[in-house]
């Protein structure tokens, strides 16, 4: 009977040693520390954004010419009114010199004629008297009244003359004032087509061309971005925005949701999307920020403060989590109840506790649930 016992416990522990000799060493992982924090809803674009100038304009001129003076440079700032490009029109500086002259001599003549109306109305008034006392005939009361009246038509005559040659040198103008481009709001010029000597031609309808000037309003800015439109029914105007920027890496800048477009663009037909408008609150001031910069934007549409979350990048299909058990030193599933999420953070709601380690690299070979793992220092 000893010899049995004693046999059975040599290949118990031959095969203990056989074991603990071929078993597979720990695997070293990564792991993260299970803590609370903020977990944000967002909806953010698809494609990247654009920031954009409230006020651009593409100035054409009105009618052809030939390019005179250049009266700004590409970068200059300019002020609501001031000249920016003049055609050659010495001929209709001619033509206004000639209307205003036209117009002086219609006002003069106009005077006279109405002078004369008041004396022979003067002169009607006079026989009137006279004729009352009998002291006039009937014939020169008749002859005195026709030439007022005569008088008056003339001078109705000159005026209608002199408001004609008004007019004139009114529309001179207009057609001499339309040969200069001037800007239509303050703002810097961004590009100028066009060089003193070369001929420009007005855009004709449906056919775009380079514009004589463009304008642009740097003062007022904001993103326009593409969200895809599964997200769209859930965007609000004045939901809170978080802006970033290519040009500006490791920064962001808040924003507001300003605009929702009221119609989904097919210009991609596998992913359609909504544009959005948002606009900066407040306007950086330590980045100077430049139209058609890329752009993108995070729509937050709900936030959790203090709530117990772990990297999105840490959960398994199904929501689940490989936690670390320090007594057995293995991994072991767990199934997680989530909440908020987004591709940072996910809120738990149920099947972890505060101080829980789990596994952060994922994509770690031979990390799975049951096997002996040694924490990374």
Same mark, same amino acid.
């Given at each position: 009977?000893?010899?049995?016992?004693?046999?059975?416990?040599?290949?118990?522990?031959?095969?203990?040693?056989?074991?603990?000799?071929?078993?597979?060493?720990?695997?070293?992982?990564?792991?993260?520390?299970?803590?609370?924090?903020?977990?944000?809803?967002?909806?953010?674009?698809?494609?990247?954004?654009?920031?954009?100038?409230?006020?651009?304009?593409?100035?054409?001129?009105?009618?052809?010419?030939?390019?005179?003076?250049?009266?700004?440079?590409?970068?200059?700032?300019?002020?609501?009114?001031?000249?920016?490009?003049?055609?050659?029109?010495?001929?209709?500086?001619?033509?206004?010199?000639?209307?205003?002259?036209?117009?002086?001599?219609?006002?003069?003549?106009?005077?006279?004629?109405?002078?004369?109306?008041?004396?022979?109305?003067?002169?009607?008034?006079? !026989?009137?008297?006279?004729?009352?006392?009998?002291?006039?005939?009937?014939?020169?009361?008749?002859?005195?009244?026709?030439?007022?009246?005569?008088?008056?038509?003339?001078?109705?005559?000159?005026?209608?003359?002199?408001?004609?040659?008004?007019?004139?040198?009114?529309?001179?103008?207009?057609?001499?004032?339309?040969?200069?481009?001037?800007?239509?709001?303050?703002?810097?010029?961004?590009?100028?087509?066009?060089?003193?000597?070369?001929?420009?031609?007005?855009?004709?309808?449906?056919?775009?061309?380079?514009?004589?000037?463009?304008?642009?309003?740097?003062?007022?800015?904001?993103?326009?971005?593409?969200?895809?439109?599964?997200?769209?029914?859930?965007?609000?105007?004045?939901?809170?925005?978080?802006?970033?920027?290519?040009?500006?890496?490791?920064?962001?800048?808040?924003?507001?949701?300003?605009?929702?477009?009221?119609?989904?663009?097919?210009?991609?037909?596998? !992913?359609?999307?909504?544009?959005?408008?948002?606009?900066?609150?407040?306007?950086?001031?330590?980045?100077?920020?430049?139209?058609?910069?890329?752009?993108?934007?995070?729509?937050?549409?709900?936030?959790?403060?203090?709530?117990?979350?772990?990297?999105?990048?840490?959960?398994?299909?199904?929501?689940?989590?490989?936690?670390?058990?320090?007594?057995?030193?293995?991994?072991?599933?767990?199934?997680?109840?989530?909440?908020?999420?987004?591709?940072?953070?996910?809120?738990?709601?149920?099947?972890?506790?505060?101080?829980?380690?789990?596994?952060?690299?994922?994509?770690?070979?031979?990390?799975?649930?049951?096997?002996?793992?040694?924490? !990374?220092?």
């Amino acid at each position: 009977m000893k010899k049995l016992f004693w046999g059975l416990f040599t290949l118990g522990l031959i095969a203990t040693a056989f074991y603990l000799l071929n078993r597979p060493d720990p695997v070293q992982v990564e792991l993260t520390t299970v803590s609370t924090g903020t977990v944000e809803q967002i909806a953010a674009n698809s494609r990247a954004g654009t920031i954009k100038a409230c006020r651009r304009s593409r100035l054409s001129m009105p009618q052809g010419g030939r390019v005179d003076r250049l009266l700004v440079d590409e970068g200059d700032r300019v002020e609501q009114g001031q000249p920016l490009l003049e055609l050659w029109s010495d001929d209709l500086r001619a033509r206004t010199a000639e209307a205003a002259a036209v117009l002086n001599a219609r006002s003069i003549q106009a005077q006279s004629a109405c002078d004369t109306a008041e004396l022979a109305q003067r002169e009607s008034r006079r !026989a009137e008297s006279l004729a009352r006392n009998q002291l006039a005939s009937e014939e020169l009361l008749d002859q005195r009244q026709t030439e007022a009246r005569r008088a008056r038509l003339a001078c109705a005559e000159a005026k209608a003359m002199r408001d004609q040659a008004e007019a004139s040198l009114q529309l001179n103008q207009v057609l001499l004032d339309d040969r200069i481009l001037k800007a239509p709001f303050d703002g810097i010029v961004a590009e100028i087509n066009g060089e003193v000597g070369e001929y420009v031609t007005p855009s004709p309808p449906g056919v775009p061309t380079p514009p004589a000037v463009d304008l642009i309003d740097d003062t007022c800015l904001y993103v326009r971005a593409p969200i895809d439109e599964v997200e769209a029914s859930r965007l609000v105007v004045g939901q809170p925005v978080r802006i970033t920027l290519d040009a500006f890496r490791g920064q962001s800048f808040p924003g507001e949701l300003q605009r929702i477009a009221p119609f989904v663009s097919e210009q991609e037909k596998q !992913a359609r999307t909504v544009d959005v408008d948002v606009r900066f609150t407040p306007p950086p001031e330590s980045a100077h920020l430049l139209v058609g910069y890329s752009a993108d934007v995070e729509v937050i549409i709900e936030r959790q403060e203090n709530t117990l979350r772990v990297p999105t990048e840490t959960l398994l299909q199904g929501n689940q989590v490989l936690r670390y058990d320090p007594d057995s030193e293995t991994l072991e599933a767990v199934d997680l109840t989530t909440g908020l999420g987004n591709w940072t953070w996910t809120q738990v709601l149920d099947g972890l506790s505060e101080g829980d380690r789990i596994l952060q690299a994922l994509d770690t070979e031979g990390a799975e649930a049951g096997a002996r793992v040694v924490p !990374a220092p």
